[in-house]
């Protein structure tokens, strides 16, 4: 191993290091298998360093190993991603019209309420159909297209998956929220 | 802009993933709309508080620990030797992969379409079925007596069946065509066929999760994929006045019965 393309490889990754970790530990939910998941997800991007091509997203290339690291894994666990019972869903044309948006509710106050614990744990409940994207956007502050390359999806997937686990979220805060005797609605004059 | 256009693009334009000129009027929507410009307020709110309760930062040990891990890891291995060449013979493997590969290959390529075991294709006998939606109808039990079997049907409420039609194609089996008259007399058809929809449009997903597929160019219609392979298909007539959210709801109802 030359110490040019180890001195490259942390360069490289040093500045993503905390949000590679975050996504991990959202994915194992714990710490130790966290760090293993990082240190497997590094090491494969270091022998795959060749493959990456300079001038692209690193951030996003070495998100998408992670991330079939994290595949590769719970498939060798034999535990399958969370399934979505697509028939439980509303009816179709309610699930197009309908959106989980509710105007009464005073959001700032349910954002500001809510505690780390429960916001991490209404992101721990969602599938994982669900949860990979909104952490590969919001946390990892990926693209759309390039978040559809990492779970190989197509973007109009993508998008609605996110737009879903938005929803779930929001409404799981609100009744966590509620359940603690916070006010959640607007008074009314 | 409306403020339901603006919903529509509100998740790509809080992820900055909008074109200029979309961006730009999205912009000027928020600027003149209390509620959206709230409805914006807010879900940047979520995103913010999302982002601070996942934040793991790594202690400095943490990450100079978890790179030299890395690479003693990769150290040790080119350190070891290499194992050794498999003793078996590698043109046998070759051949049983590339036989693999071509079983696969067809299965997928008769899955995709299984209509093409017989001489023709979904997208054929679809545009048959608009050359047929031209013709009168025939009844029923008349096309049942000479297929000699049932024809099977969703029901759709609010519509009646006005009759039947076969779709057949040299060598291809027969597939009825039922049509239903909705109140309005615009007039639908209902098909069953055991091809995929590969080659005859682009499937979608609802925001629930939900698939199903749409014609494209030539094919008008809407369907949906069984757990069988079957591609069921909801299609208007050519002189349809029906517009594309009435023939989905139509199809979902067709779908849903």
Redesign the interface.
């Known amino acids: 191993m030359s110490e040019a393309k180890r001195s490259e490889f942390e360069a490289l990754v040093a500045p993503h290091l905390d949000a590679l970790f975050g996504y991990c530990m959202r994915l194992a939910r714990n710490q130790p298998d966290a760090e293993d998941l990082l240190q497997e997800g590094l090491y494969k991007a270091f022998r795959g360093l060749a493959g990456f091509e300079r001038g692209t997203h690193f951030r996003a290339w070495v998100f998408r190993i992670l991330t079939n690291a994290w595949i590769s894994r719970v498939r060798k666990e034999q535990r399958r991603p969370t399934a979505v019972d697509l028939d439980a869903v509303p009816d179709v044309e309610s699930a197009v019209h309908q959106e989980v948006y509710d105007a009464e509710t005073n959001w700032g106050a349910v954002y500001h309420e809510v505690v780390d614990d429960e916001v991490k744990q209404a992101l721990d409940e969602l599938p994982d159909e669900f949860r990979l994207p909104l952490l590969l956007s919001s946390l990892g502050g990926l693209r759309y297209k390039e978040v559809a390359q990492a779970l190989d999806l197509p973007l109009g997937t993508v998008m609605s998956r996110l737009f879903r686990a938005r929803q779930k979220l929001r409404r799981s805060l609100r009744d966590y929220a509620a359940e603690r005797g916070i006010p959640v609605t607007e008074a009314t004059s | 802009m409306n403020c339901a256009e603006f ?1 529509d693009l509100l ?2 334009f809080l ?1 900055s ?1 909008l074109e200029v000129d979309q961006n730009v009027a999205c912009l000027k929507h928020v600027e003149l709309c209390a ?1 959206c410009a ?2 914006v ?3 940047r ?14 202690t400095p040990e ?2 100079a620990g ?2 030299a ?3 003693a ?3 040790a291995e ?1 350190a070891s030797p290499p194992p050794p060449a498999a003793p078996h013979n590698g043109r046998w493997l070759l051949a049983l992969t590339l036989l693999a590969a071509l079983v696969a290959g067809g299965a997928w390529f008769v899955r995709s379409d299984p209509l093409c075991l017989w001489g023709c294709s979904t997208h054929d006998l679809l545009l048959q079925a608009q050359v047929r939606m031209q013709e009168p109808p025939r009844p029923l039990d008349e096309v049942e007596q000479e297929i000699h079997r049932t024809v099977d049907y969703p029901e759709l409420v609010g519509g009646r069946v006005s009759g039947c039609q076969t779709l057949v194609s040299e060598g291809c089996p027969c597939h009825p065509l039922v049509r239903f008259t909705l109140p309005d007399s615009n007039e639908i058809c209902y098909v069953s066929l055991p091809g995929g929809h590969a080659h005859v449009g682009s499937e ?7 698939r199903y597929v749409v014609g494209d160019g030539e094919l008008r219609f809407v369907g949906w994929k069984c757990g069988d392979g079957s591609l069921k298909v909801c299609m208007p007539t050519p002189c349809s006045k029906l517009t594309d959210s009435k023939l989905f ?1 139509l199809a ?1 109802a067709l ?2 019965s």
Do not use: K, M, N, Y
């Not at chain 2, 709110?45 to 790594?58: G, K, M, N, W």
């Not at chain 2, 979608?204 to 939900?210: F, S, T, Y």
């Open positions: 919903r998740s790509p992820d993933e509620p709230r409805r307020s807010d879900e709110q979520l995103h913010t508080r999302l982002v601070d309760a996942i934040q793991h930062p790594l943490a990450r978890l790179l891990g890395v690479f890891r990769v150290e080119d979608r997903e609802l925001p629930d999760g939900r709801l979902a779908r849903g």
